[in-house]
C-alpha cells in the first residue's frame, strides 16, 4: 500500500508562488506515474500536471502550462509541484496522485488511471 501526503498549500496573493510537495512512502514510488490534481469549490476533480517514472515525460492542463512545473526525485519519494503567476482561479484543494507500476516513459492524465491518492493540500490564491 503507498501513502502519499502532502504539503506546501497556503494563502498567496496572485502573482505569488507556492511549491507544492508530495512524500511517498512505499518502496515502488519509482514505478508509478506520479500527478497532480485539484478541485475548486462547487467544481470536479480536474487534471493540473503528470510526469513519468523517469521524470522524462510531462504534461500540463492548458490552465497551467507555462506557470506550472512538476518534477520528482526517485532518490527522496517525492514529487514536486512548483506554481507561479497564481492567480485567483487556481484556488483549490491540490491531491497528489500515483499509479500502479507502469511503464518507463507513460504519462497519465485521467484521474481513473490513478491508484493512490494523498488527501490534498488547500492553496488560496487571493486579488
Known amino acids: 500500500q503507498v501513502q502519499l501526503v502532502e504539503s506546501g498549500g497556503g494563502l498567496v496573493q496572485a502573482g505569488g508562488s507556492l511549491r507544492l510537495s508530495c512524500a511517498a512512502s512505499?518502496?515502488?514510488?519509482?514505478?508509478?506515474?506520479m500527478g497532480w490534481f485539484r478541485q475548486a469549490p462547487g467544481k470536479e476533480r480536474e487534471f493540473v500536471a503528470a510526469i513519468s517514472r523517469n521524470g522524462g515525460n510531462t504534461a500540463y492542463s492548458d490552465s497551467v502550462k507555462g506557470r506550472f512545473t512538476i518534477s520528482r526525485d526517485n532518490a527522496k519519494n517525492t514529487v514536486y509541484l512548483q506554481m507561479n503567476s497564481l492567480k485567483p482561479e487556481d484556488t483549490a484543494v491540490y491531491y497528489c496522485?500515483?499509479?500502479?507500476?507502469?511503464?518507463?516513459?507513460?504519462?497519465?492524465?485521467?484521474?481513473?488511471?490513478?491508484?493512490?491518492w494523498g488527501k490534498g493540500t488547500l492553496v488560496t490564491v487571493s486579488s
Open positions: 496522485a500515483g499509479t500502479l507500476p507502469v511503464g518507463l516513459t507513460r504519462v497519465i492524465v485521467s484521474p481513473g488511471g490513478m491508484s493512490y
Open positions: 512505499g518502496s515502488t514510488f519509482s514505478s508509478a506515474a
